[in-house]
C-alpha cells in the first residue's frame, strides 16, 4: 500500500519505520527542514514507564487552582478565551476522578511498558545512538503530602507492572550520588530500574535515516494546508512547498502533527481533543568537574525531569496552556533552573545555557489516540502528551499493524 505519513516528529519517522518494514510504500511530509524540529526536539530525554500517573489525577484541580496566576506555576491555565481549551478543560476534569485515572494509567503503563521494549528491539536491530542511558528513572521528593500521594499511584502502576518501588531519603542517594548536597531536603523517592533515558531528537533523525536505507521518502520544508475527501475517504492531501502546491495522494493517511493534528482535522468535521500543554527546557553543557546526575531524575513535586545526554544536563518539564504560542518566558526559564540549582548546587556549566519550549499534544487522559479515524483511509497516531518519546516506538508499531490489517500486539483505546 502507499502511504503518506504527516509530521516527522518522534511519533510521525517510527510510524514510517514501522510501516516500512511491514512493506509499505512510505513518504513522509514535514513543514520544517528536517526531523525532529518541534516537540520532539528538545524534552526531558525520558522513557519512563514510571511517569504514568496523568497530570487529570484526583489532586489535579486543587493544585492548578492554587498554582493560578503565578508566573512560576509548575501547571498555569491561563485564562483566555478559548472554545477548544474550554472544552479540552472540562473534559480533563471529569478525568480526574480515583477510576479514570485508574483506568488511565492502566492503559498508559501497558502502551509504555510494550514501547521501551520495542525500543530495545529496534535499537538491537539498528545499533542507533541517541545518548542512551540504561540507569532507570529516581522520583524524588521534597515535600511530604507529594511523597505520600506518589505513593498509591506507584501502588496502581505496580499493578499493571511498572516496576516503581518506594526508596527512602538515604537510598537515593545512593542510587544518585549527585543528590549528596541535596539530602537535607529530600523526603524520599521511588526508582524503576528498567526506565531509560536518551535523546529524541537525535533517535529521530538518527531512524529517519535508517528509514531513508529502506526507501522511505521525506519531503521536508512542505506544509499540509487541508486535506480533501470523497465518498468516505481522504482522496488527497494538499501540500505547499517551494515547488509550488501539489495534491499529494496514497491509499492511506496517517496524521502524525502532534498539536496540530485537530487542525487540520476540523474542516472534515472531525473533533480531535488535542491540546497543546507548553513546556520548558533548559540544556546545560556541563564541566568535567560538575556533579551532575546520570541516573535520569523526576522531581514529581515541580514537575521537572533531569537526563544525562552525554556531557549534557538537560532539564525539561512544568505545563502552561496558552494556545499556540511559543515565546520563551524569561521567569519560567529560570524557575527550572532556580530548582535545578536547588537540586544540585555545584553543576557547574562549561558554556551558555539553551532554554527551548514545545507543544505537548496533550489529551485530556493522556492517553494517545492511535488508529483509524472516522474516515476509511484515514488514521491518528497522536496526542501523546508529556510521554510521546516514551511511547513512540509501540505506537508507531501498533499503528502499522492496524493499517496493515493486522490486531496490535497491545489493546489500546482512544483518549
Ligand atoms: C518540555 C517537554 C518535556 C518532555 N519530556 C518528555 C520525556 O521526558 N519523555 C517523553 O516520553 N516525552 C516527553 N515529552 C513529550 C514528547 O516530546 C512529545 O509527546 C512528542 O515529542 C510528540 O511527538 P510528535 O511526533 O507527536 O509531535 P512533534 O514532534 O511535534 O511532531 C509533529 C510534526 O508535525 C509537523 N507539522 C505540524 N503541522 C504540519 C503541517 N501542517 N504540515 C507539515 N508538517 C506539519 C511539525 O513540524 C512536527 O515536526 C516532553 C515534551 C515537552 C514539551
Known amino acids: 500500500m502507499k502511504v503518506l505519513i504527516l509530521g516527522a516528529g518522534v511519533v510521525g519517522v517510527s510510524s514510517a519505520w514501522y510501516l516500512s518494514r511491514a512493506g509499505h510504500e512510505v513518504t513522509v511530509i514535514e513543514r520544517q527542514s528536517a526531523a ?72 498508559i ?10 525500543l530495545g528491539i529496534l535499537r538491537e536491530e539498528t545499533g542507533i545512538q541517541n545518548d542512551h542511558l540504561q540507569r532507570g528513572i529516581l522520583h524524588v521528593y521534597t515535600d511530604q503530602k507529594e511523597f505520600e500521594a506518589a505513593i498509591e ?22 542510587i544518585e550520588p549527585a543528590l549528596r548536597a541535596s539530602r537535607p531536603i529530600l523526603v524520599g523517592g521511588d526508582y524503576t530500574a528498567a526506565d ?36 468516505g475517504r481522504i ?43 507548553k513546556g520548558y527546557s533548559a540544556t546545560v553543557p556541563l564541566s568535567d568537574d560538575s556533579v551532575a546526575p546520570t ?20 532539564i525539561a518539564g512544568t505545563a502552561e496552556f496558552n494556545g499556540y504560542n511559543t515565546e520563551l518566558n524569561e521567569v519560567r526559564c529560570q524557575a527550572l533552573m532556580l530548582r535545578t540549582h536547588q537540586l544540585f548546587p555545584e553543576l557547574r556549566p562549561a558554556g551558555e545555557t539553551e532554554f527551548w519550549c514545545g507543544l505537548r499534544p496533550s489529551t485530556p487522559s493522556n492517553v494517545p489516540f492511535i488508529g483509524r479515524a472516522k474516515l476509511n483511509n484515514l488514521y491518528l497516531n497522536t496526542g501523546h502528551g508529556t510521554l510521546g518519546w516514551t511511547m513512540a516506538c509501540g505506537s508507531g508499531k501498533a499503528l502499522a499493524d492496524i493499517v496493515s490489517g493486522r490486531t496490535p500486539g497491545i489493546r489500546l483505546r482512544g483518549a
Open 36 to 107: 525532529g524540529l518541534e516537540t520532539s526536539f528538545a524534552n526531558g530525554g525520558q522513557i519512563s514507564v514510571s511517569h504514568a500517573e496523568p497530570w487529570s489525577n484526583p489532586h489535579a484541580p486543587k493544585r492548578a487552582l492554587s498554582w493560578m496566576g503565578r508566573e512560576d506555576a509548575p501547571l498555569l491555565f491561563r485564562l483566555r478565551w478559548d472554545p477548544a481549551l474550554f472544552d479540552w478543560s472540562w473534559r480533563f476534569l471529569r478525568e480526574c476522578t480515583p477510576g479514570r485515572t485508574r483506568a488511565n494509567i492502566g492503559d
Open 109 to 118: 503503563v501497558r502502551l509504555a511498558l510494550y514501547s521501551r521494549d520495542e
Open 153 to 174: 499511584a506507584s501502588r496502581i502502576m505496580r499493578e499493571f507492572g511498572c516496576e516503581r518501588y518506594p526508596v527512602d531519603a538515604d537510598k537515593c542517594v545512593e
Open 196 to 231: 531509560e533515558s536518551g535523546d529524541a531528537a537525535v533517535f529521530t533523525r538518527n531512524l529517519a535515516g535508517f528509514c531513508r536505507e529502506r526507501g522511505v521518502m521525506f519531503r521536508y520544508d512542505a506544509t499540509v494546508e487541508r486535506l480533501s475527501a470523497s465518498g
Open 235 to 277: 482522496d488527497g492531501a494538499h501540500v505547499n512547498s517551494v515547488t509550488g502546491c501539489e495534491t499529494l495522494r496514497a491509499d492511506a493517511y496517517v496524521l502524525a502533527l502532534g498539536s496540530y493534528t485537530p487542525l487540520l482535522l476540523r474542516p472534515l468535521g472531525i473533533r480531535l481533543p488535542v491540546y497543546p500543554a
Open 295 to 314: 541516573v535520569a531524575m523526576t522531581d514529581d513535586g515541580h514537575k521537572l525531569v533531569f537526563s544525562r545526554l552525554g556531557q549534557r544536563l538537560r
